[in-house]
């Protein structure tokens, strides 16, 4: 099954920017969609966005959407969640995870799980001046 490895978290100030990798181990990449989630304390877990496959389509969350992209590089089969402009409220654990199929779905995303989905382990993001 494959396995996913978060990196590329840490502090950055207010107004800065932050690129979070998610490593796709075990299987090749293109087989799969994915997403990008955060939770902060006390939050609910928030959708981001997903980059689909096979066709790398992305779709985000209104709110993120134009600060954050996803990209991905299938040769070394690393996911990239870039975050420009980090604000107050970004701060939170962030977790890549795939699944069959993502999509636009009107100011968000949508995506099919499977028994096959895998989640990464987080990484934080912290934003503090």
């Known amino acids: 099954q494959v396995q996913l490895v978060e990196s590329g978290g840490g502090l950055v100030q207010p107004g800065g920017s932050l690129r979070l990798s998610c490593a796709v181990v075990g299987d090749t990449l293109e087989y799969y969609s994915t997403a990008w989630f955060r939770q902060a304390p006390g939050k609910e877990r928030e959708g981001l966005g997903c980059?689909?496959?096979?066709?790398?389509?992305?779709a985000y969350r209104d709110s993120v959407e134009g600060r954050f992209t996803i990209s991905r590089d299938n040769v070394t089969k690393t996911v990239y969640l870039q975050m420009n402009n980090l604000e107050p409220e970004d701060p939170a654990v962030y977790y890549c995870?795939?699944?069959?199929?993502?999509?636009?779905?009107?100011?968000?995303?949508?995506?099919?799980?499977?028994?096959?989905?895998?989640w990464g382990q987080g990484t934080q993001v912290t934003v503090s001046s």
């Open positions: 980059i689909s496959s096979p066709d790398g389509t992305t």
């Open positions: 995870a795939t699944f069959p199929v993502c999509g636009s779905n009107g100011d968000t995303f949508y995506y099919t799980s499977s028994p096959y989905d895998a």
